[in-house]
């Protein structure tokens, strides 16, 4: 159980288009969605904490307006680059929990490669 | 605040054992541990939560110590497929996420 898919696994694309990525909670319902960035050899970095039926929350230094998320229902959370730049090429995880992640594992969809070139 | 881990890598032979350990300035609620490949999601191993407690998963374990904010990860008689970077990830009081260290590089060779 508790299985979270993420599509595409990798995606390329121009300097200045938009790229959205799916993440789905399959096997349980998730108010609550995580969305990480990693670059290189380096460490996982939240970008947003996804809630269902209401706005995302951003992490400092995260621009809002370029990276759009939509958590429409208790499954899907979306994660849109917008104006993608060579700079935003990364590893984008999303990631779930079924209960509060004080006691409980997340669980990660398999990620998706962002190249912009 | 990023929790510190450290070493930042290491090298093992199979058979052998490792202690990656991971601290905060910060009062701790729970500790995370996760193992990520090259190029594949983390996979979650253990939660420890406040209480100063201690769980094993096979062959690996771990400790939280809440008064030096501080949890260690234990590999014993490693495997190759222990190869891997080690995360743990931290939740503190008033917050609903979970924030990671920079990760510790093990490698284990034949």
């Known amino acids: 159980g508790a299985v979270v898919s993420q599509h595409p696994s990798w995606v390329i694309c121009k300097s200045g288009t938009s790229v959205k990525i799916e993440c789905r909670s399959l096997d349980f319902q998730a108010t609550t969605m995580f969305w990480y960035r990693q670059f290189p050899k380096q460490s996982l970095m939240l970008m947003a904490t996804s809630n269902e039926g209401s706005k995302a929350t951003y992490e400092q230094g995260v621009e809002k307006d370029k990276f759009l998320i939509n958590h429409a229902s208790l499954t899907l959370s979306t994660l849109t680059v917008t104006s993608a730049h060579p700079e935003d090429s990364s590893f984008y995880i999303c990631?779930?929990?079924?209960?509060?992640?004080?006691?409980?594992?997340?669980?990660f969809g398999n990620g998706t490669r962002l190249t912009v070139t | 605040q990023q929790p510190v881990q450290s070493p930042q890598a290491v090298i093992l032979r199979e058979g052998e054992d490792a202690v990656i350990n991971c601290s905060s300035s910060k009062a701790l609620y729970s500790v995370h541990w996760y193992r990520q490949k090259h190029g594949e999601a983390p996979v979650f191993l253990m939660i420890?939560?406040?209480?100063?407690e201690q769980k094993g998963h096979e062959k690996i374990s771990a400790s939280f110590n809440e008064k030096k904010q501080q949890s260690s990860l234990y590999l014993t008689a490693s495997q190759l497929s222990y190869s891997g970077t080690y995360f743990c990830?931290?939740?503190?009081?008033?917050?609903?996420?979970?924030?990671f260290g920079k990760g510790t590089k093990l490698t284990v060779n034949p």
């Open positions: 990631s779930a929990s079924l209960r509060s992640i004080y006691n409980s594992p997340l669980h």
């Open positions: 420890l939560l406040k209480g100063g």
């Open positions: 990830g931290l939740t503190q009081g008033g917050s609903e996420k979970l924030v």
